[in-house]
């Protein structure tokens, strides 16, 4: 969830996201984790590889996604169950 938040956050929209600026909004993984999980996102296609770059960009897909599964999380454990 914490994964998706950040991806999600609009800092990423315009620019994309790389490791290290994930890694400053996550701040419990280390480098490595957050490389598998950069790669298994790649592998679904929520997020795809700037050509010549280090950065990755949300698809339009991914976004649709991540947000479903954001608000469906909100549905089902909302706040005042969540101890």
């Known amino acids: 969830e914490q ?17 290290k600026h994930l ?26 590889k700037a050509r010549g770059s280090y950065k990755y960009y949300l698809t339009t897909l991914g976004c649709k996604i991540i947000a479903t599964a954001l608000n469906f999380k909100e549905l089902i454990y909302p706040k005042q169950l969540v101890y």
């Open 3 to 19: 994964v998706l938040k950040a991806i999600v956050c609009g800092d990423f929209t315009i620019r994309g996201f790389r490791n």
């Open 23 to 48: 890694k400053g909004k996550l701040k419990n993984k280390s480098s490595g984790q957050i490389s598998r999980i950069i790669k298994r996102l790649r592998v679904k296609g929520l997020i795809k």
